[in-house]
């Protein structure tokens, strides 16, 4: 991708020296944590030195009425329903909550919908389920902020709902309007920031934390993986429960954990971003895509080797024929995109395809496309989609400036879901191109580095620093150093289409490579510009720096 500017946040230097000499760390690393909005001493040191003391699940409103009413629920033997959602985020936060009151001596069930039967979050279906099993007490993760309709034929039928989400809640003239629930836990009501950005199982979570906090601490694995999943940002309470709960996936002690990881053919020492995102993470959101996502809920907290081999394999099974759907799918978007894409501020695709899908269709198109995109899947006259949009941009603005078109709608900032009807998707597209024109928005496209550098700042230190600012991910990106006038040295290609070479500045010389950067146009004793991240290369037992190139442009003269 060609940037048409690389930009670097400046910042004082005296007090770039302050911080670096107070946390003994080294400059560019001390510029990375300025440059990302952590200002103050105390601040910085927490990000590095994330605590889970600091978590006190109390803080966040309707958890204490919550444990009362559940811990009264289990003493009086009250039949509990945990009702999830079929994505990761969902299907983590139903394992956890329903295991810990399963633990606490409750009598629990869990419901997880159907995405074509049912649909999204707590509906009348899931109140009819909790009736079949003489149910007194539905819990929500991950959904039910929306919910007005179920939660109010709920406590028609005599059964109390309490609701855990994460997603926006409804908000009219400035004034949030919530379901008539017992109690309803969702950070964004607070708009606290420690937990404001909290996945659905971060939520779950804090309520198993307030039931039993030592028993809660297992389930890190389990937050982990939903949190990550929802590709929300890993900073305030989201990097302190990841932080503690990746080691428990790097070297796992529950039984789920490690035959997922073996199917996915992960043996590496270090746990990465990329083994979650592409390994881990599809074979847990497949079922829901395309199948019945419930006995994934069976397969993430059972013990027994043989239900865990049987449930493993199909995971598998779902996965790959995922995998093909998806496929299909991404070349009828080909051919359309060919075909009806103009160059609009917002893309629009709709067809006869697999609705469980749509979804990661969109977030492929993102990065290539860098506006809005919103993919539908057509079914009879209903249009159901999912969106997805680049940082920067909030689909929340666009879908309520459509919200006359739309039947139901809800979701993020970056990621949101909807339906309306089939016949109003021109008007749906000629609505959201008009909003993106009035937004306006600066089109130019920019390489936002963390610190700008001269080769001889980058140092093993350096490298070994960086660690302490993993795991990274959403809102905590893997930062990206610049430098400029670099002789491009025994240049050569290498593997499946990589660039090896060194780089030499002012007497210092780094070894580099550029993976899938094979076509590059540089020419050996040419001098480049790059974007690169400092890593530690392990080979055959040996340790080195080397830098990993991300970006590199012939410097201009």
């Not at 790959?320 to 070349?331: C, L, N, V, Y």
């Not at 150093?481 to 050569?492: I, S």
């Not at 050996?524 to 991240?533: K, N, P």
Request: with cysteine; net charge negative.
């Amino acid at each position: 991708m060609q940037y048409s500017e690389w930009v670097v946040v400046k910042t004082n230097q005296d007090y770039l020296q302050y911080i670096s000499k107070s946390l003994n760390i080294t400059l560019p690393t001390t510029q990375i944590l300025l440059s990302r909005g952590l200002k103050e001493l105390d601040e910085i040191y927490s990000f590095l030195n994330p605590h889970l003391d600091s978590i006190d699940p109390f803080e966040i409103s309707g958890i204490y009425e919550a444990t009362g009413i559940i811990n009264e629920a289990i003493k009086s033997g009250k039949k509990i329903l945990i009702n999830g959602d079929y994505d990761a985020d969902g299907l983590t936060s139903t394992a956890i909550l329903y295991d810990i009151l399963v633990k606490k001596g409750a009598n629990v069930f869990y419901h997880i919908p159907h995405r074509i039967q049912h649909g999204y979050g707590l509906s009348i279906s899931s109140i009819e389920e909790a009736k079949k099993l003489g149910v007194q007490l539905i819990i929500t993760v991950d959904c039910g902020i929306r919910d007005f309709e179920a939660v109010e034929y709920a406590n028609k039928e005599g059964i109390s709902v309490i609701i855990t989400d994460h997603h926006e809640p409804l908000r009219f003239n400035e004034r949030i309007v919530l379901p008539q629930a017992l109690s309803v836990i969702n950070p964004k009501i607070d708009g606290k920031a420690s937990y404001n950005y909290l996945a659905g199982v971060g939520v779950a979570f804090m309520l198993a934390m307030a039931l039993d906090r030592e028993e809660a601490l297992e389930y890190l694995d389990l937050v982990t993986l939903g949190t990550y999943a929802d590709m929300v940002p890993l900073t305030f309470a989201n990097r302190i429960l990841i932080k503690h709960g990746w080691g428990l996936i790097e070297s796992p002690t529950r039984n789920s954990i490690k035959i997922l990881k073996n199917i996915a053919g992960i043996n590496a020492n270090s746990l990465k971003g990329f083994h979650l995102s592409f390994c881990l993470i599809p074979r847990i959101n497949a079922p829901g895509r395309i199948d019945h996502a419930a006995d994934v809920v069976r397969f993430l907290i059972s013990e027994d080797e043989s239900e865990l081999d049987s449930l493993s394999k199909w995971l598998n099974q779902i996965n790959s024929q995922r995998q093909k759907t998806e496929e299909k799918i991404m070349t009828e978007v080909e051919e359309k995109l060919q075909r009806e894409f103009d160059n609009e501020p917002v893309v629009v695709l709709w067809g006869d395809w697999h609705p469980g899908v749509v979804g990661t269709v969109a977030s492929k198109l993102i990065d290539r496309l860098n506006r809005p995109v919103f993919v539908f899947s057509l079914q009879d006259e209903i249009a159901k989609g999912s969106a997805r949009a680049p940082a920067g941009i909030d689909l929340q603005d666009f879908l309520a400036g459509c919200k006359d078109l739309l039947i139901r709608f809800g979701g993020h900032k970056q990621a949101a879901g909807m339906t309306l009807l089939r016949d109003n998707l021109y008007l749906f597209k000629e609505r959201l191109c008009k909003i993106a024109q009035d937004i306006g928005r600066d089109d130019k496209n920019i390489l936002y580095l963390d610190v700008a550098v001269s080769l001889g700042e980058v140092t093993e230190k350096v490298a070994e620093e960086i660690s302490l600012l993993e795991p990274f991910g959403e809102g905590n990106k893997e930062p990206l150093f610049g430098a400029k006038e670099l002789t491009v040295v025994n240049l050569r290609k290498v593997g499946n289409n990589h660039l090896k070479m060194f780089l030499r500045q002012n007497g210092n010389t780094l070894s580099a490579i550029g993976f899938d950067m094979g076509d590059a146009p540089i020419l050996e004793g040419s001098l480049i510009d790059a974007a690169f991240t400092p890593t530690i290369n392990e080979w055959e037992g040996m340790k080195s720096l080397q830098l990993q190139i991300k970006v590199l442009r012939r410097t201009k003269k």
